[in-house]
């Protein structure tokens, strides 16, 4: 089973090339946070991942964590590890030094989260939502609520979840029925059951920050009437650490298909089980009724944490391809050899391993650029700027989060046909990428939900506006290749303005269907997001093979390095982005064909 190493000249030389670090490091806020701090950073992140985190992640499949009287007990190694991540002040890496992180660009913590993912992904999904938790807190939370739980949680004393699913309501979060009673002293006592909460109860830290939505007795019906309550599982004593337990309890955790380290757990809340007598006591974060808006601030940096799963574990996978292909001795070459040889040599293994590593390099830049987007959102002198940058990254998030897994999906797919039939053997260890995997498209909101996402909210509702900003960009990086010269420049500028103009078909049919005919531009919005995944991450390699053929030229990097980056986006080019017309063709003709078929007859 191959060891996981993180891509870090990958990584720097997106950060660098493409996400623009350097010009972020020109930003006041990120006066000390340039290429050699990331640098320093990202090297001392792999050190740990590789060294500590990822040796768990067999281990943690075999030995999943269990439940014993209410109690979780994580597995085996994993509180040791999640001690050496706190104290290495991984949590704090993008959060502010007011509250004890370290205040770096998201675009640095990004490859630092793609790494823990790589390393571990039942590990990492604690840091995740706990990531997710600060956000919201510092977003919508009192500053009183702020300075109690925001510091304990960047410190990894105590963690985070987020509390929505119930059993009748997954994504319709209109049907929620968790109650929330306000007291006179002005907290809330909760009570309901929320499923499927990801790290709902573990050992490995003193306490349990759970954001909780709930409704308050004469709340408005619907999506409308849900309030957030943040609801500790022990509360904060006078000395702000972990106090009295509450009433929310561990029920059941789940048996999954994959990522069985992660305890998923089944929590009720108001059993009358803690020290508090019956009701959780919770705290209401910002106003009534307002709870989902909160949330969203949670749902997004989860959403676009996953989508960098999705980039990690398609780079493990990979990983663990390419190292069987080149051990693996079978066959003779089609070519002709004097007897057998390992299967790198073979032509369709080499595509099958070159589909794994375009995909998962331009899901990577994708997202890295996406995160320094965010970053001039939030830090970016100009208001004009910071506006503009934030409507890119709110566009990408659904395309992160969708295309990347369900690119992860294909190659840890792939991965499995690599190993033949020891793919098939769980000893080998790939076949849990695969089964890891699978969750991806499905949780923080299925492929579909970030497609209408796309649809409604990122293309219909500005008109397009964002959307063909982009593509007009992608016209400039098609004019700046076809301006170097070169065989492999000229192949992919073409591809690239085929692909930019299926996109800009496919824009153009969701702003007319929108108006015309709903239900059929959301019968096509899963492919119109893989167009959008395509295209755009091909943009992104298009830009990264550019910048490889600077390098060159200038005698400058790895020649090693920047030669396979100029045939990866190649490669992209003819065997990715060559897809993009017939996903046009999808959404602007197959689409209404979804809907053609009677119920009766499915």
Same mark, same amino acid.
């Not at 309901?192 to 007795?217: C, S, W």
């Not at 992860?408 to 797919?413: K, L, M, N, T």
């Not at 053997?425 to 299925?446: F, K, M, S």
């Given at each position: ?19 623009? %670090? ?70 704090? !890496? ?95 006592? %909760? ?56 009433? !929310? ?16 757990? !089944? ?61 693996? +001795? ?31 390099? $331009? ?10 987007? $965010? ?66 498209? %499905? ?63 496919? +824009? ?95």
């Amino acid at each position: 089973m191959a060891t996981y190493r993180a891509p870090l000249e990958d990584m720097l030389f997106v950060l660098r090339q493409l996400a623009g %670090i350097d010009e972020l490091a020109a930003l006041p806020d990120f006066a000390d946070a340039g290429y050699d701090t990331a640098r320093a950073v990202l090297e001392e992140c792999a050190k740990f991942n590789e060294g500590v985190v990822a040796p768990l992640n067999r281990s943690g499949d075999l030995q999943p964590a269990i439940l014993e009287n209410g109690e979780v007990k994580t597995s085996p190694g994993f509180a040791e590890a999640f001690r050496g991540f706190v104290e290495g002040g991984w949590q704090g !890496v993008q959060h502010p030094e007011q509250f004890g992180g370290q205040g770096l660009p998201k675009v640095v913590a990004t490859p630092c989260i793609e790494m823990l993912n790589s390393a571990n992904l039942s590990f990492a999904l604690c840091p995740l939502l706990t990531d997710g938790a600060i956000e919201a807190l510092m977003v919508a939370g009192s500053h009183a609520q702020q300075q109690r739980f925001v510091p304990r949680m960047i410190s990894g004393e105590w963690t985070g979840t987020m509390n929505l699913t119930e059993p009748q309501a997954g994504s319709d979060l209109a049907l929620l029925r968790t109650r929330a009673v306000a007291q006179p002293d002005g907290s809330y006592r %909760i009570f309901g059951q929320k499923i499927f909460i990801t790290y709902g109860e573990h050992d490995m830290a003193d306490n349990i920050v759970h954001l909780v939505l709930a409704r308050t007795p004469d709340a408005p019906e619907g999506v409308k009437g849900i309030s957030l309550f943040v609801v500790p599982k022990r509360l904060p004593g006078e000395d702000g650490g972990a106090g009295r337990r509450n009433d !929310v309890w561990c029920q059941s955790i789940e048996h999954k298909l994959g990522i069985k380290a992660s305890p998923t757990a !089944v929590l009720l809340y108001g059993d009358d089980k803690g020290e508090v007598g019956p009701g959780a006591i919770g705290y209401l974060v910002g106003e009534e009724n307002r709870g989902l808006e909160y949330m969203f601030v949670m749902m997004n940096a989860a959403r676009f944490a996953v989508g960098m799963q999705g980039v990690a574990l398609s780079e493990r996978a990979y990983q663990q391809a390419v190292a069987y292909a080149r051990e693996r +001795v079978q066959s003779r070459d089609v070519a002709g050899s004097s007897g057998p040889v390992t299967i790198i040599h073979h032509p369709d293994v080499r595509r099958m391993l070159m589909t794994m590593r375009a995909c998962t390099e $331009s899901a990577r830049a994708l997202a890295y650029v996406a995160a320094a987007a $965010s970053d001039a959102g939030h830090h970016a002198s100009d208001e004009t700027v910071r506006r503009q940058n934030m409507a890119v990254y709110e566009f990408l998030v659904p395309i992160v989060k969708g295309w990347s897994t369900e690119l992860a999906i294909e190659v840890a797919s792939l991965a499995v046909q690599v190993h033949g039939g020891m793919g098939f053997i769980e000893e080998t260890g790939v076949a849990q990428h695969y089964r890891d995997a699978r969750i991806l498209t %499905i949780y923080e909101g299925t492929t579909a939900i970030q497609a209408n996402d796309l649809v409604g909210r990122k293309t219909a509702r500005d008109g397009g506006a964002v959307a063909r900003a982009l593509l007009a960009q992608v016209r400039q990086t098609e004019a700046e290749l076809a301006a170097r010269g070169g065989a492999d420049l000229a192949a992919i500028a073409a591809r690239l303005a085929a692909g930019r103009a299926a996109l800009e078909t496919a +824009v153009a049919f969701v702003l007319d269907a929108f108006r015309a005919d709903v239900r059929a531009v959301f019968a096509g919005s899963v492919p119109y997001l893989k167009l959008a995944g395509i295209v755009l991450s091909g943009w992104q390699m298009a830009r990264a093979a550019l910048a490889a053929d600077s390098l060159l030229k200038a005698g400058e990097g790895d020649a090693r390095f920047l030669a396979a980056k100029i045939a990866t986006a190649r490669f992209h080019a003819d065997h990715l982005m060559s897809q993009a017309p017939g996903l046009c063709t999808a959404l602007t003709e197959g689409a209404p064909g979804a809907l053609a078929m009677p119920e009766e007859a499915f």
